[in-house]
C-alpha cells in the first residue's frame, strides 16, 4: 500500500481525568493515500449465496487477536451497513464510524441483484498485518445514502467510498475515498425521503457501559469533540485520501516502558516533570484541544500565562508518547 502522510491534526481528550480509567484516545487528523481493498472477502456476495439479500448486513467480525476498548479486551465486533457497531451486551452501540443509512446498488437499480455479473458496488472485509501489526478493515465500496436510492443515476448523485480499521493496539480509523454526495443536499444531515427523518453524518466512539463517549463535531480536520446526546454531525463532508483516528494512549505509570519517577506537578507558575523518560518535544492543550504552548522538551516549563485550570501534557519521543494531566490554581 503506498503511503502518503501530508498533515497530522490532533485533538487530545484525556478519559481518565473524569473516570479514573487506564485508557485514553488521542484524536488525530491525517492525509494518506485511500487504497480501495484488492484482497478480500465480499458481503454482498457471502449474503447471495446463502439466499440473503445482498443489500443489507449485519455481520460478526473476529479480529484476530484481542482488541482493546476503554480497558476491556474484546475477540470480535456486530458492525452493518449504516456504518455502526457494537459489542455484546453493550447498552448502545460502540461505534459511530460515519454513519447514515448507506446503501449497496447495482447497475443503478438498488432492488435488484443479479449474482452472474460483477459487483461493483459492495461492503468487503479482509485482515491484514500492516507495518508489523494486526488490522481488520472493513470498506463500504460505491455505497449510497438512503436519500438518493430513488434517483436514477445513484454515482451521480451519492456514491461514498470510505473504511473502519480496527488495529491489533486499540487504533480506529476511518479512511475516506471519493465521496460524491450532492452538496447542495447536505446541510449537515440527510433526510430519508419516507419519513423525513434526519440522519447526520456521525463519527464517534463510546464504551461499554455508555458512560464515556467521544463524538466530534464540525469538520474532519477542524473539530471539537462532543457526547453522543448532545449535537455531533459533521457540516461538512470529508475529502478523499483523508481520515480520522481514535488513537488509544497508555496514561498510567504503569504502560510506560521505563522504571522510575514519571511524576509531573504545579508549582506556582512552574510545571515540573520529575521523571527519568527521555522526549523531544512537548505540547500543552486545555480540555477542548486547543494548542496553549508547545517547545523543546524541559523539565521545567513556564505556565505563567495559562488561565486556571485543567490541561494535557503530551510529550513526544521518536519511540514513544505520553499525555498526563495537570492542574493550573
Keep these: 500500500m503506498k503511503r502518503d502522510i501530508k498533515l497530522f491534526f490532533i485533538l487530545v481528550f484525556i478519559l481518565t481525568a473524569f473516570t479514573g480509567s487506564s485508557q485514553s484516545y488521542v484524536v488525530e487528523y491525517f492525509e494518506e493515500n485511500y487504497d480501495t481493498l484488492d484482497t478480500y472477502t465480499s458481503i454482498c456476495n457471502e449474503n447471495a449465496l446463502i439466499a440473503i439479500a445482498p443489500f443489507f448486513f449485519a455481520k460478526e467480525f473476529e479480529f484476530g487477536f484481542d482488541f482493546p476498548f476503554f480497558g476491556k479486551n474484546y475477540a470480535s465486533v456486530v458492525m452493518d451497513n449504516d456504518g455502526v457497531g457494537i459489542f455484546e451486551g453493550s447498552v448502545q452501540y460502540n461505534f459511530y464510524l460515519f454513519t447514515s443509512l448507506w446503501h449497496v446498488y447495482y447497475w443503478n437499480d438498488p432492488f435488484r441483484y443479479e449474482s452472474a455479473r460483477p459487483v461493483e458496488s459492495d461492503w468487503r472485509y479482509t485482515h491484514s498485518t500492516r507495518n508489523g501489526k494486526k488490522v481488520l478493515i472493513i470498506e463500504h465500496r460505491h455505497v449510497a445514502p438512503f436519500v438518493f436510492d430513488t434517483k436514477a443515476s445513484p454515482y451521480n448523485g451519492g456514491d461514498v467510498n470510505f473504511q473502519q480499521w480496527f488495529w491489533e493496539n486499540g487504533d480506529i480509523e476511518v479512511r475516506f475515498g471519493e465521496i460524491l454526495i450532492d452538496s447542495t443536499l447536505f446541510k449537515g444531515a440527510m433526510q430519508d425521503p419516507i419519513d423525513s427523518t434526519f440522519y447526520t453524518l456521525g463519527i464517534g466512539i463510546q464504551n461499554y457501559e455508555n458512560t464515556q463517549q467521544m463524538f466530534i463535531e464540525g469538520t474532519i480536520n477542524n473539530f471539537v469533540l462532543t457526547k453522543f446526546d448532545d449535537e455531533n454531525s459533521l457540516d461538512s463532508l470529508p475529502k ?90
Design 240 to 329: 478523499p485520501n483523508t481520515g480520522v483516528r481514535f488513537k488509544y494512549m497508555p496514561v498510567s505509570t504503569k504502560d510506560t516502558p521505563n522504571q522510575g519517577k514519571n511524576e509531573i506537578y504545579v508549582e506556582g507558575e512552574v510545571l515540573h516533570l520529575d521523571q527519568n523518560l527521555e522526549f523531544d518535544t512537548f505540547c500543552i492543550y486545555n480540555l477542548s484541544g486547543q494548542l496553549m504552548r508547545s517547545g523543546v522538551y524541559e523539565n521545567e516549563i513556564d505556565i505563567s500565562q495559562l488561565a486556571s485550570g485543567m490541561y494535557v501534557l503530551q510529550q513526544k519521543s521518536k519511540t514513544f508518547n505520553q499525555s498526563k494531566i495537570f492542574v493550573k490554581m
